[in-house]
């Protein structure tokens, strides 16, 4: 089956700087891939997902690019705000939208 | 966006006990939702896919006599947690794909049970 590994899985900013997470994949049949945003006690919301058709999408301070060759996408967080601040999960999902199969996280932490 | 509800957010029961999680597509179909388990800091590990109308599809390693799932109608998919052990804490969140529009894929969240056994 799919498994995704992300990294880091924490990260420190400072306000104003960029923030990159990465994540991995292993089923190359697997061909969407959305990013999720969670703040402690409260459910995953979607920020930006990316297809396999495409190798980069962009939504205001946010982008995610995506190497199918290598299997791994990446979240950008350009000019980082404190309220960013959350737990950011990958995840991937097989054709068909079957089951998604998350990261292990990213708690990311932007300081004002 | 489409809604998922879930009911309730949180629960405290005694070790033994059985409970029942609800998660609801308020404003459309769900032919498919999908049961999540989240330890504290950690991630959501697919417990089992729930099919209107047919049994669940459990993960490896979930038993599902303990974790009993039914979609019995295309808005409503219960989650029981049978005899409830103190390892059983945890939050369940679960999500919905509909069928509806040109089908993005986007899984849509309930706000997430947070079950704590005694």
């Known amino acids: 089956g799919e498994n995704v590994e992300q990294h880091p899985s924490t990260l420190s900013v400072q306000e104003g700087d960029s923030a990159v997470i990465k994540c991995t994949y292993s089923d190359s049949a697997s061909n969407y891939f959305p990013w999720y945003k969670q703040e402690l006690g409260k459910r995953p919301q979607l920020i930006i997902d990316?297809?396999?058709?495409?190798g980069e999408k962009k939504d205001q301070r946010i982008a995610v690019t995506l190497n199918k060759t290598a299997k791994h996408f990446s979240l950008h967080i350009t000019e980082t705000q404190p309220e960013d601040s959350a737990v950011y999960f990958c995840a991937a999902s097989m054709a068909g939208f079957q089951k998604l199969v998350f990261g292990t996280g990213t708690r990311l932490l932007v300081s004002p | 966006g489409a809604v998922v509800s879930q009911h309730p957010s949180w629960v405290i029961c005694k070790s033994g006990t059985s409970v029942k999680i609800e998660c609801r597509s308020l404003?459309?179909?769900?032919?498919?939702m999908f049961w999540y388990r989240q330890f504290p800091k950690q991630s959501l590990m697919l417990m089992a896919t729930?099919?209107?109308?047919?049994?669940?599809?459990?993960e490896q390693g979930v038993e599902k006599d303990k974790f009993l799932i039914n979609h019995a109608s295309l808005t409503l998919s219960t989650l029981t947690v049978t005899s409830a052990h103190p390892e059983d804490s945890s939050f369940y969140i679960c999500?919905?794909?509909?069928?509806?529009?040109?089908?993005?894929?986007?899984?849509?969240f309930g706000e997430g049970s947070r079950l704590t056994v005694l």
């Open positions: 729930s099919n209107e109308g047919s049994k669940a599809t459990y």
């Open positions: 999500s919905a794909r509909g069928s509806f529009g040109s089908n993005t894929g986007e899984l849509f």
């Open positions: 990316i297809r396999s058709n495409v």
């Open positions: 404003d459309f179909q769900a032919t498919t």
